[in-house]
């Protein structure tokens, strides 16, 4: 494999460092490092294939206007779960829950 001698901020050293030796998914930098490239290269390829599929005519949306068109189904489909909730704790059928637990009815409806 070859071997590369770079230079990195005292930042992104630390960051690295505190990784591998707290979050233990990795033996050493150079994993950590060979898997961030991996990761870059995989959302490179993505982008690409993304790009390619918006130009080719067949989605007239930009990716923008897809994003904002998920952001605003992901807010119907919260709101729709947590509906029936909202009614019965107004009726007094059932107490009040947390944000989270509304948050984790939605994903799994």
Do not use: C
């Not at 992104?12 to 150079?30: P, Q």
């Not at 923008?64 to 709101?79: G, S, T």
């Amino acid at each position: 494999m070859p071997r590369h001698s770079i230079t990195l901020t005292e930042g992104n050293d630390a960051w690295l460092k505190d990784h591998v030796e707290n979050v233990g998914d990795y033996a050493n930098k150079s994993e950590l490092v060979n898997d961030l490239i991996r990761s870059a290269r995989r959302a490179e390829a993505i982008n690409a294939k993304l790009a390619v599929a918006e130009q080719s005519g067949f989605v007239k949306q930009s990716a923008d206007e897809m994003l904002a068109e998920f952001k605003l189904e992901m807010k119907r489909d919260i709101l729709a779960a947590a509906q029936p909730r909202a009614q019965q704790i107004d009726s007094g059928e059932v107490e009040p829950v947390s944000y989270s637990s509304v948050m984790e009815r939605a994903r799994q409806a």
